[in-house]
């Protein structure tokens, strides 16, 4: 296994474990919110510099969801389809006392939704690499 392989199963590993806490707080019903958007939106970040890396596209340090979204589009156009919301905001700006937001249960639905049309796509993109 190539060491961009690696790599990029490593960016995938974290993004299914940002999943995985996900799916933990929405099990029997919304437990933490802004928690649940916070790991939805790491999870849409390193997904998409997965694909970046599996590109070989240097990724930029960033948390920007729309960024990241329009360079993995430069690539394969799927991408411009997807609209991240406000996904954004959680990654940082919401994250600490004083910035306080709690977001509606479609607004967590929805998070949940982006995350998962993200993970989809960016496994049906990389599944022949993947697989090794």
């Not at 437990?31 to 649940?36: K, L």
Request: proline residues 3%; negative net charge; contains cysteine.
């Amino acid at each position: 296994m190539s060491k961009l392989t690696q790599y990029v199963k490593q960016w995938i590993l974290k993004a299914n474990e940002d999943l995985l806490v996900v799916e933990r707080l929405t099990e029997n019903e919304i437990v933490a919110p802004s928690a649940v958007c916070f790991h939805c939106q790491q999870a849409v970040e390193k997904y998409l510099k997965a694909f970046l890396v599996a590109n070989e596209v240097d990724i930029v340090r960033t948390h920007n969801i729309e960024f990241l979204l329009a360079e993995c589009a430069s690539i394969e156009n799927v991408f411009s389809a997807i609209n991240p919301k406000n996904l954004s905001d959680f990654g940082v700006d919401v994250r600490y006392p004083g910035d306080l937001y709690i977001p509606e249960e479609s607004e967590v639905l929805e998070s949940v939704n982006i995350a998962l049309q993200v993970k989809n796509i960016v496994n049906e993109k990389l599944k022949n690499l993947l697989c090794d």
